[in-house]
Nanobody
Framework: QVRLVESGGGSVQAGGSLRLSCAASGGPWPEYIMSWYRQAPGTEREFVSEIDSRHSTRYAESVEGRFTISRDNAEKRAYLQMNDLRTADTAMYFC?????????????WGQGTQVTVSS
């Protein structure tokens, strides 16, 4: 069982920055693919960014060049550095951990941290 706890959300003005953190406990941490998703009111949860155990990354087009995902395997943490924030980035941000046993995914989610960007 893996427990994920997000932190670092808050309210900022457009153009500002925030750094989200996802602390993990339990599980064979380095094997987990760590992702960030977000969900604005009235919308579906959407993919933001992902980093695997080899630190390979990918991003949603909407955040490419502004957000940077990273991980610290010793600390069992994943981070999302968000720069040049826009009002459209306002959402609840969730951390997700996935590990595959064969073809079967084991998926865990955190409770989320709110990011609010004002103009």
């Amino acid at each position: 069982q893996v427990r994920l706890v997000e932190s670092g959300g808050g309210s900022v003005q457009a153009g500002g920055s925030l750094r989200l953190s996802c602390a993990a406990s339990g599980g064979p941490w380095p094997e987990y693919i760590m992702s960030w998703y977000r969900q604005a009111p009235g919308t579906e949860r959407e993919f933001v960014s992902e980093i695997d155990s080899r630190h390979s990354t990918r991003y949603a087009e909407s955040v490419e060049g502004r957000f940077t995902i990273s991980r610290d395997n010793a600390e069992k943490r994943a981070y999302l550095q968000m720069n040049d924030l826009r009002t459209a980035d306002t959402a609840m941000y969730f951390c997700k951990a996935v590990r595959y046993i064969g073809s079967k995914p084991l998926t865990y989610w955190g409770q989320g941290t709110q990011v609010t960007v004002s103009s």
